[in-house]
């Protein structure tokens, strides 16, 4: 059975810092690209970034690029999120998810049920 949980939201202030893990389990995922996505109260859900098996191609959009930096660690099976200079627009639920492709025509295979950010002004 696969899961992915991610762990680290929170409730924060303008200009703060948060890290987002996901751990996944069941199986190997050191050959799939991994994901971060957010849906904000009354949006669509929208993607964060992007990370390729090797880790050495990272993919970023909208407001997140300059200020957010994805990473992973095969050996534990895991993703990240380094969050800085969070703004009150950041407010969302955060959600992992894994798959074989990066690119708009493809969707991820695998979910996490997502963390909850919150950052005041």
């Known amino acids: 059975q696969v899961q992915l949980v991610e762990s680290g939201g929170g409730l924060v202030q303008a200009g703060d810092s948060l890290r987002l893990s996901c751990a996944a389990s069941?199986?190997?995922?050191?050959?799939?690209?991994m994901f971060w996505f957010r849906r904000a109260p009354g949006k669509e859900r929208e993607q964060v970034a992007a990370i390729d098996w090797s880790g050495n191609s990272k993919y970023y959009y909208g407001s997140a690029k300059g200020r957010f930096t994805i990473s992973r660690d095969n050996a534990l099976n895991t993703v990240y999120l380094q969050m800085d200079s969070l703004r009150p627009e950041d407010t969302a639920v955060y959600y992992c998810?894994?798959?074989?492709?990066?690119?708009?025509?493809?969707?991820?295979?695998?979910w996490g049920q997502g963390t909850q950010v919150t950052v005041s002004s």
């Open positions: 998810a894994v798959g074989k492709y990066i690119g708009p025509f493809h969707s991820p295979d695998y």
């Open positions: 069941g199986r190997s995922f050191s050959t799939y690209a």
